[in-house]
């Protein structure tokens, strides 16, 4: 259950201020441990700021959807979003410079088949990613251990859908509403655009829930503010009521201000990212190599 889940423990936060600090503190320690040689002005033209590291990731979810779309055989979407969280927890403590979005986001995904059950061999796996299979599978391998370990092994993700179906058969059984699947196009929507953000990160589940089905409601003409006011809140309407406006307010704020639009962005800061990443952390490079063969050799 979500209320005593490691997610809300450990991946719920305050605010985006929050997420921000983390996000920038991460950036400036790859930035201090790779530059302090430079001159305070080459540093900041040479290594991405935390917003283009942003950029980075943002545009990689968008890239890992593309491809669970193409996946064979059809993957669920609650694995895409599993795989979404883990990348979104992952970025919140280490840089897009030290670790590439392209790795980690297929390591994500192929955790996150285990973790939820979507089986897959690691061979199935890596036959739906164009190019070398072989250096894909060797670098999800070297990954996993990682990417656990930098999600504190807290690997149960819960997401807003069990929580939506809760709501419609609610609002089927309780309200006189005509027909609530009429809602379910739209919640769709406001779900797979609400992934995007950082919405994981900040709310519980079952509010995501009732923001989309509240938001989906007002686009089909349909009120349903005494269902919230007397069903769901009932007696302590008036003391909850205040806070839970707010949190849909919130939420849709995100929804609303989402842009998959990032083709320039991605172009310009790839090829920056390109330049200052950490080459002991990438495949193609002959650090990585030396590093591979480096801890093959210590583990004999």
């Known amino acids: 259950m979500f209320p005593t889940s490691t997610q809300k423990t450990n991946w719920i936060f305050k605010d985006e201020l929050d997420l921000n600090a983390l996000r920038e503190d991460a950036n400036q320690k790859f930035v ?6 430079m001159s305070p002005d080459y540093r900041n033209t ?9 950029i980075i990731q943002k545009c990689h979810e968008y890239i890992l959807r593309d491809f669970c779309h193409k996946f064979q055989p059809t993957m669920p979407k609650y694995v895409f979003a599993t795989a979404l969280n883990y990348l979104k927890r992952f970025y919140l403590y280490n840089s897009v410079m030290d670790y590439h979005p392209k790795e980690i986001m297929v390591t994500c995904l192929f955790l996150a088949c285990k973790v939820d059950e979507f089986n897959v061999s690691l061979a199935q796996f890596v036959a739906n990613i164009k190019g070398n299979q072989s250096r894909a599978t060797t670098v999800i391998l070297n990954n ?11 690997l149960k993700v819960h997401h807003p859908f069990k929580a939506i179906e809760g709501f419609l058969l609610d609002i089927k059984t309780r309200t006189r509403m005509s027909d609530p699947d009429r809602m379910r196009t739209h919640i769709d929507s406001f779900i797979d655009k609400l992934l995007f953000t950082d919405a994981c990160l900040l709310f519980a589940p079952s509010q995501l829930a009732l923001a989309a089905v509240l938001h989906s409601a007002s686009q089909i003409k349909e009120n349903l503010d005494s269902y919230v006011t007397d069903l769901l809140l009932g007696d302590t309407g008036s003391e909850h009521l205040k806070d ?12 609303n201000k989402t842009s998959d639009d990032h083709t320039k962005e991605l172009s310009r800061i790839s090829k920056k990212l390109d330049k200052c990443r950490n080459q002991e952390n990438n495949p193609f490079s002959e650090k990585y190599k030396d590093r591979i063969q480096e801890s093959l050799n210590n583990s004999l």
């Open 46 to 54: 040479f290594f991405l700021d935390a917003n283009e590291e942003h």
């Open 244 to 255: 839970l406006i707010e949190i849909v307010r919130r939420i849709r704020l995100l929804y």
């Open 32 to 37: 201090t441990r790779f530059g302090s040689h």
């Open 144 to 154: 996993e251990l990682f990417l656990m370990e930098q999600i504190k092994y807290n």
